[in-house]
C-alpha cells in the first residue's frame, strides 16, 4: 500500500460510515492514483475508510495458474486482515469476483466491488451529488469477470431487460456522452495468466476492442477494473492511438 493512501484513511475521522477498501497488487503497484481518487470518493460520501496495510493480493493470480493453494493462502491472509470489516470495498471486478467465489465463510459474504457498492449501496444520487464532470465521449469497459461473474451490467446473450450499473454511474456525471460500440460487452483479452499463455490471442482480442472504441468515436474509455485497462492500454500506446484508460472512481473523484 502506497504510504499517502493509508495516511489519509487513517486521518479520516467523524464519518457517518465505516469501511474497507482493498486495493489490489496491480493497482497499489502501477495505478496508486487509482486508489486515491476510490479513497477520496468513500471520503467524500461520508465513509470512514479502513486500507490494511497487510492487505497484498488476492491470490487470484496464483489460483488461475493453477497453484491452488498459493493462491488460498493468499485469499487467507486477505480475509484475515479484514476480519473486523463490515463491508469490504474491492478496487477491482476480478478480484472481487474471486473473493466471492473462493473465500466462502470467510470474507466472500462482505466484499463488494467499487462500482456496485455506489450503485447498490449508496444510490446514483448521492453519487450524482457529488458533482463530477468529464466533458468527454466516454467508452465503457466492464471486465468479463464484473459483467458476468458480478452483474455489474446485462450481458447480451441473456434475454433480461437491459441494466448496466457502470453507465448509470456516470449518467450522473455531468459532461459525459456516450460511444456506442458495435461490441459493447466483449472481452478485452487480458484475462491475466491468459495474455502470457496465449500472448498472440491476447493481443488479437485486445486490438478488436481497440478498433471498436476508435471507431465509435470514444475519447476515453471508462472502466471498474485496471487490469483491463493495462492490457488496452500498452496496445494503445504500441500502436501509436492516444487513448486515455480511467477507472471509474478517477471520474467520480475528478481526476480524470
Excluded: W
Aim: with cysteine.
Amino acid at each position: 500500500m502506497t504510504a499517502s493512501t493509508s495516511e489519509r484513511a487513517a486521518r479520516t475521522v467523524g464519518a457517518v460510515g465505516r469501511v474497507a477498501l482493498f486495493v489490489p497488487c496491480f493497482v497499489d503497484q502501477f495505478y496508486p492514483r487509482v486508489a486515491i481518487a476510490a479513497l477520496t470518493v468513500l471520503e467524500r460520501l461520508g465513509f470512514a475508510v479502513d486500507v490494511p496495510e497487510s492487505a497484498v493480493c488476492c491470490g487470484q493470480p496464483a489460483a488461475n495458474a493453477g497453484f491452488a493453494r498459493a493462491g488460498d493462502a493468499a485469499l487467507g491472509a486477505l480475509a484475515s486482515a479484514y476480519a473486523r470489516a463490515d463491508r469490504v470495498v474491492v478496487l477491482s471486478g476480478s478480484c472481487a469476483a474471486h473473493v466471492r467465489a473462493h473465500a466462502a465463510g470467510r470474507v466472500a459474504g462482505r466484499a463488494v466491488e467499487f462500482a456496485a457498492f455506489l450503485h447498490d449501496d449508496i444510490g446514483v444520487d448521492a453519487v450524482a451529488a457529488l458533482g463530477a464532470r468529464l466533458p468527454r465521449r466516454v467508452g465503457l469497459h466492464i471486465g468479463c469477470h464484473g459483467l458476468r461473474g458480478l452483474g455489474l451490467a446485462r450481458p447480451t446473450e441473456l434475454q433480461v431487460p437491459p441494466f448496466n450499473k457502470l453507465r448509470a454511474l456516470l449518467e450522473t456525471v455531468r459532461g459525459v456522452e456516450f460511444a456506442d460500440l458495435a461490441r459493447p460487452d466483449e472481452c478485452c483479452g487480458f484475462g491475466g495468466t491468459f495474455a502470457v499463455a496465449q500472448p498472440a490471442l491476447s493481443a488479437k482480442i485486445g486490438r478488436d476492442r481497440l478498433r471498436d472504441y476508435t471507431a465509435s468515436g470514444a475519447d476515453v474509455v471508462v472502466s471498474t477494473d485496471m487490469s483491463c485497462m493495462m492490457h488496452l492500454g500498452g496496445l494503445a500506446h504500441r500502436a501509436g492511438v492516444s487513448l486515455p484508460m480511467v477507472h471509474l472512481a478517477e471520474v467520480i473523484a475528478g481526476d480524470s
